[in-house]
């Protein structure tokens, strides 16, 4: 169990990115354990995607008993009856435009409901990313620092991504995650790699402020995101919580959560800026290791101040990228090299063709984001798209996802299994 009365909540927990955090939703891809201290925001060191998903190919029948943590795919559909509110959902098969194919289940569960996404708002930094790179304003083989990339990074904040990217790249790096040489370089496209395979938070912000916000929003807007909200530094989100000057706690949490999306942006922004300019400010900030919240607090805090999307936006994404007209085909074309990390897990190549995903997973919030085309059975022509995303799950629930990767299981069987898929479309409309 959490100790929920000391918790550092900063860690977006990705869902099935290729080495310490993320994996597939089938091949048991790194199952991670919550430390007793820090709940990662961002990152969620380990997680499935795919080798291992047996899925049972029948049709599910409702159940009825009350869902507190779901053990089967068929239960997780239970919880997700059991608490419509808190839950998006969206699941089709795609034409070859990336439109929706109604000759197959078409599934839209408060579809245009906006949520906070954790780490999955990292598809549209990756966009972005993309974008700049076929226009010739970024170099993927420019050399960056170390030391540019640590200025970023805050120790336990990310549930071991930085140091497992570092760690994949062959990077010595002392006890808390900072490299050893800090003049040592690595090309760009590492640090785009670090956002999505290990979902490294530092990589993320350096991304961000090397794209600029207006460029970020920019891309929100050519990508036709509409519930989408701004995306700002997350180490500025997180220092609006763990502020050394005055960091949330249960008596002063009802100020934060008063703030409006505009002034969380702002102060966000402000404090990131401050992050890097006060080299002794940001030591004290490194330092700080609880936050005196429990979960259900942290959920609530969470919710309010991150970056919001909707299941349909990112489904319309993922259908894009997955037939390569995001933008153009040069931007999918990198984006697939990025997202399609799950293919490297040993069976997935049998499962399927293509396998691109980003998840994310913070206090109470787990997202999954997916485009898939299956080497076999009846949907092995076409590509399928399924984006689920939970908020305000309780402590019992978010806990045994996180180490079951339950959820990553049943957004894979919808692509799948038709039975399932239609059994599912029926039982949520």
Not at 92 to 121: H, R
Not at 184 to 189: A, C, E, G, N, R
Not at 334 to 348: C, D, H, K, Q
Request: charge should be negative; include cysteine.
């Amino acid at each position: 169990m959490l100790n929920r009365g000391l918790m550092l909540l900063l860690a977006l927990m990705l869902v099935g990115c290729g080495t310490s955090a993320n994996q597939p939703t089938t091949s048991s891809t790194s199952a991670t354990t919550v430390p007793a201290t820090i709940v990662d925001p961002t990152t969620v060191p380990n997680q499935p995607t795919s080798a291992a998903l047996t899925p049972t190919l029948e049709a599910t029948t409702p159940t009825t008993a009350t869902i507190s943590n779901p053990q089967s795919t068929e239960e997780v559909l239970a919880f997700i009856r059991q608490n419509p509110s808190n839950v998006s959902l969206v699941s089709y098969s795609t034409n070859s435009d990336g439109s929706i194919n109604n000759a197959d289940p078409l599934i839209e569960f408060n579809a245009q409901q906006a949520l906070p996404l954790a780490s999955t708002m990292k598809i549209v930094i990756l966009a972005s990313y993309a974008q700049a790179v076929e226009a010739g304003t970024l170099d993927p083989e420019q050399p960056i620092s170390l030391a540019d990339w640590d200025a970023w990074y805050w120790p336990n904040t990310d549930g071991g991504a930085h140091p497992a990217a570092l760690k994949r790249l062959g990077i010595p790096a002392d006890q808390r995650g900072f490299a050893n040489d800090p003049a040592q370089t690595v090309p760009l496209k590492s640090l785009a790699q670090a956002m999505i395979f290990e979902s490294d938070n530092a990589a993320t912000d350096y991304l961000i402020d090397r794209l600029g916000i207006p460029a970020l929003d920019q891309t929100i807007v050519e990508l036709g995101m509409q519930q989408q909200t701004k995306i700002v530094p997350i180490v500025g989100l997180f220092l609006l919580v763990m502020n050394p000057d005055a960091a949330i706690d249960a008596a002063s949490m009802q100020t934060l959560l008063e703030l409006d999306q505009v002034s969380i942006e702002q102060q966000a922004v402000a404090l990131a800026e401050r992050y890097q300019a006060e080299p002794e400010w940001r030591k004290a900030a490194q330092n700080q290791t609880q936050l005196q919240l429990d979960l259900v607090q942290q959920s609530q805090v969470f919710a309010h101040i991150m970056p919001k999307g909707s299941a349909s936006d990112y489904a319309n994404v993922m259908a894009l990228v997955g037939n390569n007209q995001l933008i153009s085909p040069a931007v999918s074309q990198t984006m697939r090299e990025f997202l399609e990390w799950p293919m490297t897990i040993p069976g997935n190549d049998t499962m399927f063709t293509h396998f691109g995903t980003k998840g994310g997973s913070l206090p109470g919030i787990l997202t999954e984001a997916m485009f898939i085309q299956p080497a076999q059975g009846e949907w092995a022509d076409r590509t399928k798209v399924v984006v689920l995303f939970f908020n305000q799950l309780p402590e019992q629930p978010w806990l045994g996802l996180m180490q079951s990767f339950m959820q990553q299981q049943f957004a894979v069987q919808l692509a799948l299994d038709p039975a399932f898929a239609q059994s599912v479309a029926s039982q949520l409309k």
